[in-house]
């Protein structure tokens, strides 16, 4: 293949400087670089890390400067990523330095984290038996050890060896002296499931939905160049995950390497071992990219990967980025949720840049969910993409039978707000007599949602966003659950000095505590963000669950998804309402998603199951749509609504915000920019007006939103780009862009 001459190369640095530089290249450096090699380049009187774009034989640019040197073994970002990353930045609005930063993990970006060594000893020169004898004499030790080595077939760790035998570092030594052993440093990977006991699984029988779904994607995986995404929609229980895992094998067997995505919520150790157990072939078969890996993990995981030795990839959001070669597969699991978002630049959605991924790679997209996002149920009814449906939970169990208990009638009969309605109390006793187990979810934490005056009705607030303090009891203390914020009870209203406060509103640990009293002989838990603070607390908690070792599960949204617990029969939703009612055109669709999901929890063993759902709202339609698990009728009402809103999927959103800790300022650079931009964007686009967000205070800062609307989104993006840039923001204020918005608030 024909090298061109690397004179020069075009480079990203790590910092946002919104700018691509040239730097030439000396020539001992020319034959070892190339695109997506890392190099140390300087950048003003400093050095700075950066990635090369491209290779150049002739550049323009005056007084340019020789790079200083290649950092890592050889390019480390694909020209294949590369492209990825450059649409990310045209379609997120976003320099392609800061994308490259999401794109590469730190300890893979600054090579400062290598393998880690061990030594490995193999037998030596062969050993006599009037040697081994005169050795037994004069060096007993030794001579145990020399036997021990001579037996072995493949190299062993040292440190095995010498554990297994009681014998030291020492003893070693002096036998590699002598020539008896060979000892070698090796690099080995740190296993963050080391310690996971993996059973080989083979395929499991399919139903005949489950057959055509597979056949569907195989079919997809002889001609990928020609496949359409397909959506899996498929009912909680109707084995999605096994026609994954029978679809990568298929993608195995053309020689082709998968990605699968699943929520960082989800990643259990228990989906991990489903995966690792089907492909146990090899060991290292299957890397796993999370956000809890440690820094010398995640570089094993992504060097296994890039090194080809990996050919599945489990993960998180940013695993889509995964450095495989020869791509087949890609599935988003629960492709719906909200956390495949990124709330932080670049703000990408990993299921749509999966897609564009896909595209670019000729290979297969497969997204699933039992609630899928109203954006890609859209495209699957236009023809965009090929649905597929699961209508049946596997072994024909039954759908959760879910009744709806109105809260309202419940306060009217006695006189106060209840937290759990009498029916479901009663459902509870009836579960705990038959030694089946119930789950209580509520998307709330702490014991009162808020304390206020019953004098002055001043509730007591962040003093850094706008939202009310809530109260955990378990800490005594007032927390905010934005910014972290933590304060003392006061004794008395702060603001009028009188003894009048009040606890209102409940979240989890006040469910619990109930709980507790109403059902003194049940074993209760909680399971949330405050209670599960230890790294093996969650783990510990769902195995004492799936061996009925606790009665009654409380928990957040941490117990929502993808847990399968055949003895739950009993789901009881607090309060549907909560996340119903906030100004976003997402809150209904978030609520029906709930719904379904945590409903999904009942009845996955041999007893149906049975859902309550508690509401103040019980005719809402997103409440009654789940109720009887019509997905359809749910769609076609949401998406009416949509349409005549001009939100997604018809119209593209992009929401600006402009904070600052200074109010005015903040205020003032989001009207400007609303002037400049009706100018810029012509009549194409949507410009909404400069509005205080609906939390207006975050974390001591200002902010004012900005939605734009439109169909064009990469022009939209390029004309905003332009008009920013040409803009003198005030220093103190940022201006971040967030392109199909998640969070509206
Ligand atoms: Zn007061
Ligand atoms: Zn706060």
Known sequence: MAVATANYVRVVIDRAIHRELDYQVPETLAPLVNVGSRVRVPFRDKSALATVLAVLENSDVRGIRPLEAIVGDGPILSSELLELAKWMSAYYCCPIETVIRSLLPQVVRKAQVSWKKQLFVRPGRELGAEELDTLRKRAPRQAELAAAVSRLTEPVAAADLLRKLSLDNQTLRALAKRGLAELREEAVARDPHAEDQIVP???????????????????????????????????????????????????????????????????????????????????????????????????????????GRARIVVGARSAVFAPLKDLGLIVVDEEHESTYKQEDAPRYNARDVAIVRAKMGKCVVVLGSATPSLESYFNASRGKYQLVNLTQRIDDKQMPQIRITDLRQERRKHKTAAILSEKLITAITARLEKREQTILFLNRRGFSTSLLCSECGEARECPNCSVALTFHRQVARLSCHLCGHTAAVPKKCPNCGKDALIYAGFGTEKVESTVSQLF???????????????????RETLRAFRTGKIDILVGTQMIAKGLHFPNVTLVGIINADLGLHLPDFRAGERTFQLLTQVSGRAGRGEVMGEVFVQTYTPFSPSIQFARHHDFQGYFEQELEFRERCDFPPFKHAVLITARSNHEGRAKLTAETLVRRLKESLGSEFTVGDAMPAPLEKLQGQYRFHILLRGEAIMRLSRLLRETLDKLPFPEDVMVAVDVDPYQLL
């Not at 960082?264 to 078969?285: C, N, Y």
């Not at 002989?521 to 607390?537: C, F, G």
């Open 520 to 538: 003194p002989q049940a074993v209760v838990r909680r399971m949330d963000a405050d209670s599960m603070t230890r790294k093996d607390a969650y």
């Open 201 to 307: 699984t083979s395929n499991l029988a399919l139903n005949l939905e489950q057959v055509a779904a597979l056949g569907t994607i195989q079919q997809a995986l002889d001609a990928p160049a020609e496949a359409r995404p397909i959506l899996l929609h498929g009912v909680t229980g109707s084995g999605k995950t096994e026609i994954y895992l029978q679809a990568i094998r298929s993608t195995l067997d053309h020689g082709r390497t998968a990605i699968v995505l699943v929520p960082e919520i989800s990643l259990t150790p228990q989906t991990v071992e489903r995966f690792k157990g089907r492909f146990a072939e090899r060991s290292d078969m299957v890397a796993v990219l999370h956000s809890h890996l440690a820094e010398g993990e995640r570089h094993d995981e992504w060097h296994k990967i890039h090194s």
